[in-house]
């Protein structure tokens, strides 16, 4: 197995070409934020994500469900998508389903 080039070594080799030098611009962090909020979802032991999951599949591709559900209780706001690795994204699906 081949192992890309670290960033110092990437750095030499664009110095003997004669190439712009890179920023180093470090880890992305927000990776570890993301990771952060995930772990602490899961050590809650709430199923946080599976309930926001569940929410949006409950209606996904089910038109009967989602008029009867605006019919009964007068709100148009349907649950949003949900996505497990975009936990700051995902400030508006937990906002949408306290309301629902």
């Known amino acids: 197995m081949v192992l890309p080039p670290t960033y110092e070594e990437l ?16 880890s992305c962090s927000l990776h570890v934020i993301h990771g952060a909020f995930k772990h602490g979802a899961q050590s809650s032991g709430w199923n946080i994500d599976g309930v926001l999951r569940a929410l949006q599949y409950l209606f996904h591709d089910a038109p ?10 007068g709100s148009k706001e349907l649950p949003k998508r949900f996505c497990s690795t975009r936990w700051l994204e995902d400030t508006t699906v937990a906002e949408c389903a306290i309301c629902i």
Do not use: H
Request: cysteine-free; glycine content about 4%; charged content about 30%.
């Open 11 to 26: 750095v030499k080799q664009r110095d003997a070409e004669e190439l712009p030098t890179l920023i180093n611009m470090g």
């Open 64 to 73: 009967a469900r989602s008029a009867d559900y605006t019919e009964i209780t």
